[in-house]
T-cell receptor, first 111, second 114 residues
Framework: AQSVAQPEDQVNVAEGNPLTVKCTYSVSGNPYLFWYVQYPNRGLQFLLKYITGDNLVKGSYGFEAEFNKSQTSFHLKKPSALVSDSALYFCAVGYGQNFVFGPGTRLSVLP | NAGVTQTPKFQVLKTGQSMTLQCAQDMNHEYMSWYRQDPGMGLRLIHY???????DQGEVPNGYNVSRSTTEDFPLRLLSAAPSQTSVYFCASRTPPGLGLKQYFGPGTRLTVL
C-alpha cells in the first residue's frame, strides 16, 4: 500500500537558521511528490513538486526539496527560516488518480 | 477566478441529522475530491470524481455520498451524522497528470457533530 511518513510531529528552529522537514514514502512505480503548507484556519497551499529531472526542486517562499530515490525521501529545506514560515507542512505522493498525504509536521520558527 | 470555494465555513449538527457540504471550482478541472483532516492523520480521501457523472470511493467513504452532475460542482452529503464525522473537510480540484497533478484546495468546512 502507498504510504507517506513524516517522522517528526514538531520541528522547532530559530529564525535565520536552516530548516529541514523530513518525508519518506513507500509507493510503487515513479511517484509525483509534493509539499503543501497549511496556515491556521486555511486550506492547503502548494509549495513545490517533483515529477522527474533534477533531484533538487525549488518552490515558493524560498523553499526547496531534495528527492533521494535510494532512500525514498523528499525532505523540505530552507536555508534561512522566517517566523512567518511557522505552519503545518504536509508531504504528499500522487499516484494514478489519487494522493496520499503524510500526517503533517508542525514547524515553529522562534524569533 | 475564485478557485475552489466551499460552503458553509462552519457547521454544527446533532447526531442523525443530514446535510450537504457544497464545493465549486471555476478552473474547468475534471478531477475533484473530498478530504477530511483529523489531528495527526493528515488528509484522508473520502470520495473523488474524474469527471461529470463519474465518482468513486476513497479511503474513508462510509457515511458520505457524492454526485457530480456538472464539472464545476461536487457536493458531499452526510446521510446521518455521527460524532466520528467531526472533522475539517476540504474539497480540492486538480490538473491532470500531464499538467503536473497540481491540486487546489478550498478553505475548508469545520463540522462538529454533537
Amino acid at each position: 500500500a502507498q504510504s507517506v511518513a513524516q517522522p517528526e510531529d514538531q520541528v522547532n528552529v530559530a529564525e535565520g537558521n536552516p530548516l529541514t522537514v523530513k518525508c519518506t514514502y513507500s509507493v510503487s512505480g515513479n511517484p509525483y511528490l509534493f509539499w503543501y503548507v497549511q496556515y491556521p484556519n486555511r486550506g492547503l497551499q502548494f509549495l513545490l513538486k517533483y515529477i522527474t529531472g533534477d533531484n533538487l526542486v525549488k518552490g515558493s517562499y524560498g523553499f526547496e526539496a531534495e528527492f533521494n530515490k535510494s532512500q525514498t525521501s523528499f525532505h523540505l529545506k530552507k536555508p534561512s527560516a522566517l517566523v512567518s514560515d511557522s505552519a503545518l507542512y504536509f508531504c504528499a505522493v500522487g499516484y494514478g488518480q489519487n494522493f496520499v498525504f503524510g500526517p503533517g509536521t508542525r514547524l515553529s520558527v522562534l524569533p | 477566478n475564485a478557485g475552489v470555494t466551499q460552503t458553509p465555513k462552519f457547521q454544527v449538527l446533532k447526531t442523525g441529522q443530514s446535510m450537504t457540504l457544497q464545493c465549486a471550482q471555476d478552473m474547468n478541472h475534471e478531477y475533484m475530491s473530498w478530504y477530511r483532516q483529523d489531528p495527526g492523520m493528515g488528509l484522508r480521501l473520502i470520495h473523488y470524481s474524474v469527471g461529470a457523472g463519474i465518482t468513486d470511493q476513497g479511503e474513508v467513504p462510509n457515511g458520505y455520498n457524492v454526485s457530480r452532475s456538472t464539472t464545476e460542482d461536487f457536493p458531499l452529503r452526510l446521510l446521518s451524522a455521527a460524532p466520528s464525522q467531526t472533522s475539517v473537510y476540504f474539497c480540492a480540484s486538480r490538473t491532470p497528470p500531464g499538467l503536473g497533478l497540481k491540486q487546489y484546495f478550498g478553505p475548508g468546512t469545520r463540522l462538529t457533530v454533537l
